[in-house]
């Protein structure tokens, strides 16, 4: 592996673009710690108009130079989280952050006394335009707001109350210890958590099933420890839902999006409605394989593969010729992205793995990738400028009060390149190899968000569900209903195995709660939106609509302007058409 400085300069984030040299950077630390101060002067005064007009300016300025310290310190870190230096000021600015949460802490419920006739008389009041959603939230929220008091402690027990997820993942990062694998030629490989996907692709099934098994042991062996982390981080999730006054954890977490109950559960029946094509995929795999039997371990192995390496450069202008159904301006702003060193583009000792893409307010995406020249480091730079141009859309069209992008949205932009990359690449595909490859990919990226994390959707409600309603809650419980939502999901096609009731010890996702059916969601979404731009007269006009909506309004209501209603089966009618018809084209092929 590269040392940075080996990397042409081209490749790289230019950081100076936030900052000139480390004295600005201190002085903005400095600037900042003065603000945090301020906050206390507000304390009882938020009742007057003009006080909290300046308060909502003041709020402002501290998070745009809050966000501009705390980026450019991250980005540091994460092209080498071996520096000292920047572990350090990553450190220092989150307690300040944290100080700041504990001394503002009064806000909300200051704002909570007050009559609800002075919150709604402030909607009519033009100079609070800008903060009308801020506005909304505080009526909507108000029976969930808590006294000064106790939302001062929870403050305090948030300190400690995540960490069940930093157990995990100290386990699953650190101490999770693996026994090498043996090939059928006797060879020995090493098992880990970032190669595991690699090993399950490979062509020998020995060695998938050993890694596979092996595997399954390491957490096996842990299995009543995390098993029982995971119970105790349920219980907590249901602890703030009780405490903050909401009928469960799922309501909790949906409401302050606005996103109703009914979308989570039409998502479930409509995937439980077309399991049927999830199994024909598992039957139409075991046939194209040739395996009397077919486990777990041979589900990732692909019916064609795509040795072709890409080169950074050739991989954009594959890209560029997929997106541009988008548009020409859409076009130039990526073209604008690789000329202003918005990616920092390969792997480099110490530098962070995956990929991600990081907004700074005011200036630009920087976008983190550890391209090698697959297919999927090329799809993911595709993913990761969905996100970016998410951002500079918006953000060139709302006020900065509204150009958050919610959680529930945030996936939907980014996952809509990727199934317009696929398409295209098959659409121009030359060989029969490479045409079922990329229709394995686009049937791929259904099966393992749409139908997988709907699974684990169902899977941790009704662990959830099981706390609430002060029913048993234990290992035993909990392996035993996994098993079966793994069995209903492979309708008997894939083979029973006393390992897959472990599986749910192995997705760090559930320590967030109700958190990944939004993959669900946002997969359907972004195959609706390709859709509308690749076939419908006004589609990209509507998606280019999304594109700029940030949190100008509630989620479900932006995506039901763009013609989406995730509480109708309609969304689902397209995403499942779409696999449909690669389904067919795959036997086309095959046949």
Known sequence: MKKREEIDSKYKWQLNDIYDNESQLQEDISRLQKLFDKVVTYKGKLNNPEVLLDYYEYSKEVDILANKVYIYILLNHLIDTDNDKYNRLLCEVQYLLQRFEENSSYILPELNSYDLSYLESLLQDNRFKLHHMAIKDLIKGKPHILSYEVENAMAKVSKFSGEFS?????????????????????????????????????????????????????????????????????????????????????????????ITEKVYYTLIENVNNNLYLYHDWLKLKKKVLGYDKLYGYDLRLPLAKNDQEYTFDEGCKLI???????????????????????????????????????????????????????FNDVSTISHELG????????????????????????????????????????????????????????????????FTQTMFSEFEDYAHKLVENEESITKDILFNKYDELNNKYTGGVVEKSDYKKYGFLMVPHFYRAYYVFSYSTGITCAFNFANMCLNEEDGVAKYREFL????????????????????????????????????????????
Request: with cysteine; aromatic share 12%; charged share 25%.
């Open 166 to 258: 930093e157990i995990y993942d100290a386990f699953d990062c650190i101490d999770l210890k693996v026994a090498n694998a043996l090939d059928s030629k006797g060879i020995e490989h090493e098992v880990t958590t970032s190669n595991y996907g690699k090993l399950m692709q490979s062509e020998d099934r020995i060695l998938r099933k050993n890694a596979s098994e092996n595997m399954s042991v390491a957490y096996k062996n842990m299995s009543s420890t995390l098993a029982n982390t995971y119970i105790a981080s349920v219980k907590k999730d249901c602890f703030y839902a009780d405490v903050y006054r909401y009928k469960n954890t799922l309501n909790k977490k949906l409401d302050g999006q606005d």
């Open 320 to 374: 560029e010729k997929a997106l541009k159904p988008l548009g020409k301006d859409y076009i130039a702003m990526y073209q604008e992205s690789l000329s202003n060193n918005w990616f920092d583009v390969y792997p480099t000792i110490n530098k962070d793995t995956g990929g991600c893409c990081i907004y700074v307010y005011g200036l630009h995406p920087y976008i983190l990738l550890n391209f090698e020249g697959t």
């Open 387 to 450: 996100h970016a141009l998410n951002h500079y859309y918006t953000c060139d069209k709302q006020p900065y009060e509204y150009t958050d992008i919610s959680i529930f949205m945030a996936e939907m932009a980014s996952t809509t390149n990727e199934v317009l990359l696929i398409k295209y690449m098959y659409n121009n595909a030359k060989t029969k190899e490479e045409k079922i490859y990329f229709l394995q990919e686009y049937i791929g990226l259904i099966t393992s968000t749409l």
């Open 548 to 591: 700029a909506s940030g949190s100008s309004d509630y989620p479900l209501n932006i995506l039901k302007k763009c013609g989406i209603d995730l509480e109708s089966d309609k969304p689902y009618e397209v995403i499942f058409a779409e696999m449909k018809w690669a389904m067919q084209e795959m036997e086309k092929l095959i046949n």
